[in-house]
């Protein structure tokens, strides 16, 4: 494979790991959510909680996606077997000679 085919695949496999991490991370909060309000049925707050619980989960998602990317990319020295994403090491612009 070449280089653009490992970016491509690396970044599918990365962006499946981090919606999984972010399901994972929503289900445990609703847990502790749904244990928390049986202890106090009344409360009026689980709607903001679970805005609250669903933000968390991103923010953690993201937080273990970019930290796992990092720890691969440098265990397994991934960037001469990849393309740069955002522009690091792309070859300068031909210029035309004027005269």
């Known amino acids: ?5 490992n970016t491509i695949v690396f970044m599918i496999v990365a962006t499946l790991v981090n919606l999984l991490l972010l399901a994972v991370f929503f289900i ?8 928390v309000i049986s202890k106090n049925p009344e409360t009026t707050l689980a709607p903001l909680l679970i805005g609250v619980i ?4 991103i923010a953690l998602s993201f937080l273990c996606y970019s930290k796992m990317v990092a720890f691969f990319v440098n265990k397994f020295d ?4 990849m ?17």
């Open 1 to 5: 494979m070449n280089k653009k085919a």
């Open 28 to 35: 445990i909060g609703f847990l502790i959510l749904n244990f």
């Open 54 to 57: 669903f933000l968390g989960s």
């Open 78 to 81: 991934l960037e001469d077997k």
């Open 83 to 99: 393309d740069p994403l955002f522009g690091k090491n792309r070859k300068p612009k031909k210029q035309k000679d004027e005269e």
